[in-house]
């Protein structure tokens, strides 16, 4: 009896992963979808008159100033930017490009001439 249970378990388990197939989503479809967000955000945003930064809008239960609930809403945004760039350096493993200075190369950084300031 346990077998079969165990093994029904396992089976129900293995048809539910087989049934689920991940969309195709290539760069250009991810890039299209960063694009449009940050458009309604900054579009949001730029909406905005200087007398409604002060004004309160509760968040989970929780009072904020539009000012705040801005700042709230990056940080939350930086997370899963992180967390985008994590998925994105593991996927790619030692094809990997380091987004800042590699690890191990701080040294050499040091050494370079720095680059004039952009206009």
């Known amino acids: 009896m346990r077998a079969r249970i165990v093994t029904g378990l396992f089976d129900s388990i293995w048809r539910k992963v087989a049934l689920w197939q991940p969309p195709h989503v290539t760069r ?3 890039l299209r979808w960063w694009e449009e967000g940050w458009a ?3 579009g949001a945003i ?3 008159k200087p007398e409604d930064i002060m004004h309160t809008v509760t968040i ?3 009072p904020h100033t539009v000012l705040q609930a801005i ?3 990056i940080a939350h945004y930086a997370a899963h930017v992180g967390q985008m760039v994590f998925l994105a350096k ?3 493993s030692n094809e990997w490009k380091s987004l800042t200075i590699p690890r191990g ?3 050499e950084f040091k ?3 720095p680059k004039p300031p952009k206009p």
């Open 90 to 92: 593991h996927l790619r």
């Open 105 to 107: 190369k701080s040294e």
């Open 60 to 62: 989970r239960g929780e």
């Open 40 to 42: 309604i955000v900054l």
């Open 111 to 113: 050494k370079m001439a």
């Open 28 to 30: 250009a479809d991810v």
């Open 71 to 73: 700042n709230r809403q």
């Open 46 to 48: 730029d909406a905005l």
